[in-house]
């Protein structure tokens, strides 16, 4: 079986392979640290809720604005393929087989 690395000497392929795991693992390092933060942040956040009660009431608010606008958005998107439907059966009254 053929694959790209077959045409490569010895010392190539393990070149290639010793760069690969460098990868990998400079790509796992990111990631863990990434992790980290991102575990800091959180903390820090609830940490900033905790003594700001506030700041979390403000943040729910919002929070539940965002919400309401989504659904809000979803029913017009909904209502207006009802509309479309609505519209078509008066269509098909006057013209039968339109919309068929």
Do not use: C
Not at 21 to 30: A, K, L, T
Not at 39 to 45: G, P, S
Not at 58 to 64: D, E, F, Q, R, S
């Amino acid at each position: 079986m053929y694959n790209e690395y077959d045409d490569l000497s010895f010392e190539e392929q393990l070149h290639l392979t010793e760069s690969m795991i460098r990868q990998r693992h400079n790509q796992q390092m990111f990631l863990r640290r990434n992790a980290q933060l991102f575990h800091q942040e959180l903390d820090l956040e609830a940490e900033l809720l905790a003594e700001n009660p506030e700041l979390a009431q403000t943040i729910h608010a919002l929070n539940m604005q965002e919400i309401q606008s989504n659904q809000q958005g979803l029913q017009n998107v909904l209502g207006s393929e009802e509309l479309a439907s609505e519209e078509q059966s008066v269509w098909s009254k006057f013209f039968p087989g339109l919309g068929e």
